[in-house]
């Protein structure tokens, strides 16, 4: 009976992992979860115009296990104080993860 | 045809299970009260879903608030461990069938409430849908 050897392409897998297709996947969650935290988010005039929770994409470090990463974040003093009352990027998670 | 029953309380049910950890020494509730207590406990929900007809999971958070860090951490740990030892145990009429995927504990200070520190967690619980038996089976 023949042998099946496999080798793992560890590169590949890297490749596949920073692949466009991966990112906008991981973008779309992302702006899920901002639209929600957002959504949640009363602005206060001309003081306050820009979103509050806006998406970072960049790519991870280039080491084996490296990724592209996606994340969330409160980037306006009154979104950062909001999400320290209301936890809302926990619960805009929660509700992106359904 | 898939046959859905209606998901059990969540957040009562782990409210009934924190409240039988904590006793007196801290309240749990949904809600802060107007006339906040030395130590209390915050659960809500936070997502969750319904994969299959028999099991709900429900994303809980817990946040304690307390006095001091170390009234606050001890609180995070009595939590977390009633959520571990409440796994395959009938709360309120409501099979518990898993406590997972838990994050935290983390300090994360409430801007509002200066005078208490907070911590908080979170984590999956999964009931059951399904009516526990009174009488096990094979008794």
Same mark, same amino acid.
């Given at each position: 009976? @023949?042998?099946?050897?496999? +080798?793992? #392409?560890?590169?590949?897998?890297?490749?596949?992992? *920073?692949?466009?297709?991966? !990112?906008?996947?991981?973008?779309?969650?992302?702006?899920?979860?901002?639209?929600? @935290?957002?959504?949640?988010? +009363?602005? #206060?005039?001309?003081?306050?115009?820009?979103?509050? *929770?806006?998406?970072?994409? !960049?790519?991870?470090?280039?080491?084996?296990?490296?990724?592209?990463?996606?994340?969330?974040?409160?980037?306006?003093?009154?979104?950062?104080?909001?999400?320290?009352?209301?936890?809302?990027?926990?619960?805009?998670?929660?509700?992106?993860?359904? | 045809?898939?046959?859905?029953?209606?998901?059990?309380?969540?957040?009562?049910?782990?409210?009934?299970?924190?409240?039988?950890?904590?006793?007196?020494?801290?309240?749990?509730?949904?809600?802060?009260?107007?006339?906040?207590?030395?130590?209390?406990?915050?659960?809500?929900?936070?997502?969750?879903?319904?994969?299959?007809?028999?099991?709900?999971?429900?994303?809980?958070?817990?946040?304690?608030?307390?006095?001091?860090?170390?009234?606050?951490?001890?609180?995070?740990?009595?939590?977390?461990?009633?959520?571990?030892?409440?796994?395959?145990?009938?709360?309120?009429?409501?099979?518990?069938?898993?406590?997972?995927?838990?994050?935290?504990?983390?300090?994360?200070?409430?801007?509002?409430?200066?005078?208490?520190?907070?911590?908080?967690?979170?984590?999956?619980?999964?009931?059951?849908?399904?009516?526990?038996?009174?009488?096990?089976?094979?008794?």
């Amino acid at each position: 009976m @023949a042998q099946i050897r496999f +080798k793992a #392409n560890v590169d590949g897998f890297r490749e596949i992992r *920073y692949s466009g297709p991966v !990112q906008d996947m991981l973008e779309a969650v992302g702006l899920t979860v901002a639209d929600a @935290a957002n959504s949640t988010l +009363k602005l #206060n005039g001309a003081r306050d115009v820009s979103p509050g *929770y806006e998406v970072k994409s !960049q790519p991870g470090r280039r080491v084996k296990q490296g990724r592209w990463r996606v994340s969330v974040t409160a980037v306006t003093r009154h979104a950062i104080r909001h999400n320290a009352v209301h936890n809302t990027l926990i619960r805009a998670l929660g509700g992106a993860s359904q | 045809m898939t046959i859905y029953s209606t998901p059990k309380p969540a957040v009562k049910t782990a409210i009934s299970i924190l409240a039988d950890a904590f006793g007196v020494y801290a309240l749990v509730s949904a809600r802060m009260p107007k006339q906040r207590p030395i130590r209390f406990v915050k659960v809500t929900r936070v997502g969750g879903s319904q994969d299959d007809p028999i099991t709900d999971v429900a994303r809980i958070l817990v946040e304690c608030f307390g006095p001091d860090v170390e009234t606050v951490e001890s609180m995070t740990a009595t939590a977390r461990t009633a959520f571990r030892n409440a796994i395959s145990t009938v709360v309120d009429s409501v099979w518990v069938r898993n406590w997972s995927n838990e994050q935290g504990p983390v300090d994360f200070p409430h801007p509002e409430i200066i005078d208490m520190e907070r911590w908080q967690f979170q984590g999956s619980l999964s009931l059951s849908t399904a009516t526990p038996l009174s009488v096990p089976p094979g008794s």
